[in-house]
Nanobody, 121 residues
């Protein structure tokens, strides 16, 4: 129901855009969040975008370099990462859930399988 794409091997300083394609039935009115899991580390919440695209939340560690956007006509949410760093290397996941007023406390009911991003120095 959710499928990430756009990962790959890139060099430090490059930019990358990840996509999260959702089936229409779970996209409408759902917030979409992004998570990443680096090797040997726990999954980390990166942030989310509200269902209309009018609200976003970014964790402090990615503010300024990560940008969420969504195209509801295409049932797709995007994560653009600029100035990639080796520490951005991780499997990136998108998830969908219903927001009840904020983008921090959401039960993420649907998950994708993840896409690998590897940043070489």
């Amino acid at each position: 129901q959710l499928a990430e794409s756009g990962g790959g091997l890139v060099q430090a300083g490059d930019s990358l855009r990840l996509s999260c394609l959702a089936s229409a039935g779970i996209f409408t009115r759902y917030a979409v969040g992004w998570f990443r899991q680096a090797p040997g580390k726990e999954r980390e919440y990166v942030g989310a975008i509200g269902w209309s695209g009018g609200s976003t939340y970014y964790t402090d560690s990615v503010k300024g370099r990560y940008t969420f956007s969504r195209d509801n006509d295409k049932n797709t949410v995007y994560l653009e990462i600029n100035s990639l760093k080796p520490e951005d290397t991780a499997v990136y996941y998108c998830a969908a859930g219903v927001s009840h007023g904020n983008l921090v406390s959401i039960y993420w009911a649907h998950w994708g399988q993840g896409t690998q991003v590897t940043v070489s120095s």
